[in-house]
Structures are given as C-alpha cells and as structure tokens.
C-alpha cells in the first residue's frame, strides 16, 4: 500500500510539473500572439489608411478605386497575420497557405463573371472613358452616367428610365461620349434645283451661319457643294458650336435655313444625310442629344 500511494504521488507530481511547463510554453505562445494580433490589426488599419491618402494624391485616381486597393491591402496584411500567429501554435501553416490557394481559386471560377465586371470597372476607372454626368452611347446601352462602381454603372436613359450596365459589357464596346469635348461639329445639308441660284443658295447658308452668335467662329463655318445627284444640288452647311449649343442650334439652323429660301421664293430641300435630321440609322444619337438638351 505504501509503495502504490508513493506511485500515485510520483505520478501526481510528475502530472503536474508537465502541466506547468505546458502552461508556462502556451501562456508565452498566447501572449505572443495576442500582441502579434493587436500589432498586426493596427498595422493593417494604418497602411490602409496611408495607402488611401497616397493614392488619393494621385491624379485620375477615382475615390472608389483606391478605397477598392486599400481594402485588398488591409484584409492580405490582417490574413497574414492570422498565418503568423497560426504559426506560434506549431500549425502547419504551408497547408493552410495551399488550402488558401485552392479555397481562391475555386471562388474565382464560380465568380468569373463577376470578377470580369471587377476587372472591368477599374480600368474604366483608371482610363475615364467616361465621367459621372457625362452622356454616353454603346451599342447596348445609352444614357447619362449616374455612377461608376466596381461590378456596373448606373445610367439615366433619355426617357427618364433607371439603367443599370455591367461594367464587362460597357469595357468590351466602342463607348461614344457626347459630352467629353468641348466643341461639336454639325452639318445641314440642303437639295438645290439646277434652275435656282447656288451662289444665293450658299451665301444664304453662309449669311444664317454667321448672324448666329452660337456658331464658333474658329474653325470658321463654311460652305460647299457636297455632290451633284437626282436632278439637284446638294449644298452643306459646316460649322462648329460648342457641345452645350449643339442641340438648340442644330434645331435652329434647320428652321431658319428654311425660312430663309421660303422667303426668297426658292423652297430649299433639306437632305436626309442631314445630321440635323433623325434618320433610321441615328435613332440612338437623336436620343443622346435630346438627354444632352435636357441636361441644358
């Protein structure tokens, strides 16, 4: 009996002691990364946030993409420190790094659609194809820029109409902007009989052109004989304007150009190729141009 109780004491002691030594080996573990934790969270939190002012320095840096790379920088900084910390354990941290891998690379193929838009929203971002406010024309799609987020861009059709356009699709079309530039070309088109006089015909042309105080006067507005078709004549009437003036005067100048040879006793024909004139294959910019004079 003596010797079983000295066992079980021996055995106690010898219990014990290993407990301690465990707890005094775990505790410095957990210790460690209680402070690797409070260290890499705040080191997380101030990169992000020196990256985003770096960035926000940048000129032609949108504020949603460089709040989109700064968020990617934080979360890779605060999911190396949980591998860091996993790593104080004894846990085997190339598994769970290959385990990362394969856990991405699985999302990124049921996201692959998504992550196309993703792609494709930070370039639109990065080149400003278009702004917020501008009026632009695909071939899908047509309305003015609401906002230009990460996955699509919201748009407002020329009827008043809420759009919403995934960025792929928008990135991988010829995009038309109508209102990047500043100043706008336009041509009036009219058909002149063989019998009438051209020379009064494109010194009318020429004669409304310059009494419109909306026409630039560089590039100068000027007048030709595009072609000779059909029995008649067919006279242009070029001229610049800027982008805001574009529409009303577009309008303008088709009606004056018709009064003005009502008035003269020669009725003036205006053309079909006229860009004054909506025709079937201009259905989508008569439209652009209606938001763009409502925008006025």
């Given at each position: 009996m003596e010797q079983q109780a000295a066992d079980v004491l021996l055995a106690t002691q010898t219990a014990l002691s290993q407990a301690s030594a465990l707890a005094v080996q775990y505790s410095f573990s957990v210790l460690g990364a209680v402070i690797l934790l409070?260290?890499?969270?705040?080191?997380?939190?101030?990169?992000?946030?020196?990256?985003?002012?770096?960035?926000?320095?940048?000129?032609?840096?949108?504020?949603?993409?460089?709040?989109?790379?700064?968020?990617?920088?934080?979360?890779?900084?605060?999911?190396?420190?949980f591998i860091t910390v996993l790593g104080q354990f004894g846990v085997q941290t190339a598994s769970i790094i290959a385990a990362l891998g394969a856990a991405g690379l699985a999302i990124g193929l049921a996201l692959q659609g998504t992550l196309q838009n993703i792609a494709a929203g930070i370039m639109l971002l990065i080149l400003r194809p278009f702004r917020v406010g501008e009026y632009i024309e695909t071939s899908s799609v047509a309305g003015t820029v609401r906002e230009i987020g990460l996955f699509a861009t919201e748009l407002r059709t020329g009827d008043g109409?809420?759009?919403?356009?995934?960025?792929?699709?928008?990135?991988?079309?010829?995009?038309?902007?109508?209102?990047?530039?500043?100043?706008?070309?336009?041509?009036?088109?009219?058909?002149?009989?063989?019998?009438?006089?051209?020379?009064?015909?494109?010194?009318?042309?020429?004669?409304?052109?310059?009494?419109?105080?909306?026409?630039?006067?560089?590039?100068?507005?000027?007048?030709?004989?595009?072609?000779?078709?059909?029995?008649?004549?067919?006279?242009?009437?070029?001229?610049?304007?800027?982008?805001?003036?574009?529409?009303?005067?577009?309008?303008?100048?088709?009606?004056?150009?018709?009064?003005?040879?009502?008035?003269?006793?020669?009725?003036?024909?205006?053309?079909?190729?006229?860009?004054?004139?909506?025709?079937?294959?201009?259905?989508?910019?008569?439209?652009?141009?209606k938001q763009a004079a409502t925008r006025q």
């Amino acid at each position: 009996m003596e010797q079983q109780a000295a066992d079980v004491l021996l055995a106690t002691q010898t219990a014990l002691s290993q407990a301690s030594a465990l707890a005094v080996q775990y505790s410095f573990s957990v210790l460690g990364a209680v402070i690797l934790l409070v260290l890499g969270w705040a080191l997380a939190g101030f990169t992000s946030r020196w990256a985003y002012e770096g960035l926000s320095r940048v000129r032609g840096i949108d504020e949603t993409l460089a709040r989109f790379f700064t968020n990617v920088l934080r979360y890779a900084l605060l999911i190396l420190v949980f591998i860091t910390v996993l790593g104080q354990f004894g846990v085997q941290t190339a598994s769970i790094i290959a385990a990362l891998g394969a856990a991405g690379l699985a999302i990124g193929l049921a996201l692959q659609g998504t992550l196309q838009n993703i792609a494709a929203g930070i370039m639109l971002l990065i080149l400003r194809p278009f702004r917020v406010g501008e009026y632009i024309e695909t071939s899908s799609v047509a309305g003015t820029v609401r906002e230009i987020g990460l996955f699509a861009t919201e748009l407002r059709t020329g009827d008043g109409l809420y759009r919403l356009a995934p960025n792929s699709t928008l990135w991988n079309t010829p995009i038309t902007n109508f209102s990047r530039e500043p100043t706008r070309q336009n041509d009036v088109k009219i058909k002149v009989a063989y019998e009438d006089d051209i020379d009064l015909a494109m010194g009318t042309l020429m004669g409304l052109a310059k009494a419109d105080s909306r026409v630039l006067p560089s590039p100068a507005p000027s007048v030709f004989i595009d072609s000779i078709a059909d029995g008649a004549i067919f006279v242009t009437l070029r001229y610049w304007a800027k982008t805001g003036d574009w529409w009303s005067l577009s309008r303008d100048m088709v009606k004056r150009v018709k009064l003005a040879f009502d008035e003269k006793g020669r009725p003036a024909t205006l053309s079909d190729t006229s860009d004054a004139t909506p025709t079937k294959k201009s259905n989508g910019r008569t439209a652009a141009e209606k938001q763009a004079a409502t925008r006025q």
